[in-house]
T-cell receptor, first 114, second 115 residues
Framework: GAGVSQSPSNKVTEKGKDVELRCDPI?????LYWYRQRLGQGLEFLIY????????KSGLPSDRFSAERTGESVSTLTIQRTQQEDSAVYLC????????????FGSGTRLTVV | DQQVKQNSPSLSVQEGRISILNCDYT??????FLWYKKYPAEGPTFLIS?????DKNEDGRFTVFLNKSAKHLSLHIVPSQPGDSAVYFC??????????????FGTGTLLAVQP
């Protein structure tokens, strides 16, 4: 597609429920990243995919968080047993891997845990 | 451990004047720096970047300056326009033997350009 697409754009969930967030990167972009931005804070790295493998998962905050990528395309970020502190905007980005142009971000999924 | 710091949460300037946004970093392994701009309810968009082998990069109204000895970079916007009003994020990356291009972001500076 023309840009990075994320769905849903907004998600309200009850504490303790599981949620899945989806990212469709730009076609041909081999690198995919997940970040989150909590209120009043900067962008926090979560996980990086190169193709379908995840060589850097260092930012995942707990074992309730997991992500996968299939077909070197779509990625899903899953949060199990959501907590209120998980409330944030979750941003996905993709790139060709060339640092000169940075990443292209999606518009994000705003997750609210009530 | 905040490796990239933007100490000014907000900045207000008059239209036509210069906007200067500052960023400091602590990790001496960082060798590539970028600025992103973010409007509400949108993802950040890439603005300009600089490699550590340079001390200045210019693109139209936007110029990024890098001072490696001070571990400091700044973004200059001149002349500032009301459409420049947004949150600006500084980001840095380090290439550790062919690593991830993972970007470390600062907390952002909200720029308001007054007409």
């Amino acid at each position: 597609g023309a840009g990075v697409s994320q769905s849903p754009s907004n998600k309200v969930t009850e504490k303790g429920k599981d949620v899945e967030l989806r990212c469709d990167p730009i076609s041909g972009h081999t690198a995919l990243y997940w970040y989150r931005q909590r209120l009043g804070q900067g962008l926090e790295f979560l996980i990086y995919f190169q193709g379908n493998s995840a060589p850097d998962k260092s930012g995942l905050p707990s074992d309730r968080f997991s992500a996968e990528r299939t077909g070197e395309s779509v990625s899903t970020l899953t949060i199990q047993r959501t907590q209120q502190e998980d409330s944030a905007v979750y941003l996905c980005a993709s790139s060709l891997g060339d640092r000169e142009y940075g990443y292209t971000f999606g518009s994000g999924t705003r997750l609210t845990v009530v | 451990d905040q490796q990239v710091k933007q100490n000014s949460p907000s900045l207000s300037v008059q239209e036509g004047r210069i906007s200067i946004l500052n960023c400091d970093y602590t990790n001496s392994m960082f060798d590539y720096f970028l600025w992103y701009k973010k409007y509400p309810a949108e993802g950040p968009t890439f603005l300009i970047s600089i490699s550590s082998i340079k001390d200045k990069n210019e693109d139209g109204r936007f110029t990024v300056f890098l001072n490696k000895s001070a571990k400091h970079l700044s973004l200059h916007i001149v002349p500032s326009q009301p459409g420049d009003s947004a949150v600006y994020f500084c980001a840095a990356s380090a290439r550790y033997g062919g690593a991830t291009n993972k970007l470390i972001f600062g907390t952002g500076t909200l720029l308001a350009v007054q007409p």
